[in-house]
């Protein structure tokens, strides 16, 4: 186990953000694809909408480590770590106003009302095609809750964990990296 601390200890603080957001959004990604493949939890509009920004967030990940280990570019790995911190923060504002339509604080959009088909969209007229009902359920009705939290809920924490941790990695790195330059010019 000590090979592996070590080796933890040995990365920087934008590879463990890296690493981090890769391992955080692939478990969250691979857990929604669970609750709906083996849990038959059908994901509605806005559920789908929080997972295209993990998914982002995996592949900003993959080509900020890309971009370090391969290319040995700590200014690309540590923009990829700050545009990582703000799908993270697009994440939990989704997460929150999710959460908000499911305790019926504020209305949802009409596309998550449920009922009709999705094959009735009409590409030609598509603003009125996104207002018409979809066969997804509601993003009002709350599938699954655990210690009276929805998974819109769980979203809502960890990515606003996330947002902080890569938002200090993204700050601190800057900070370095100027003060660096600082000292070498003085």
Known sequence: MSGMTGFVQSLSL???ALGL???ASGAMLAGAHLFE???GL???VL???QREAHWTALGLSIAGLAALRLFKSKLAATAAVGAVALVYAVSA???FYHTGVEYGYWPGPAICSGGGGLGDIDINNLGQSLTEKTDAPSCEDVQWRFLGVSMAGYNLLASAG???LTLFAALSETRNTRHGRRTASA
Do not use: M, N, W, Y
Request: proline share 5%; aromatic share 4%.
């Open 14 to 16: 934008t590879e463990r």
């Open 21 to 23: 957001s890769l391992a």
């Open 37 to 39: 493949k083996v849990g």
């Open 42 to 44: 059908v994901p509605c």
């Open 47 to 49: 559920c789908l909408d």
């Open 93 to 95: 504002g989704l997460a």
């Open 162 to 164: 996330l947002f902080a």
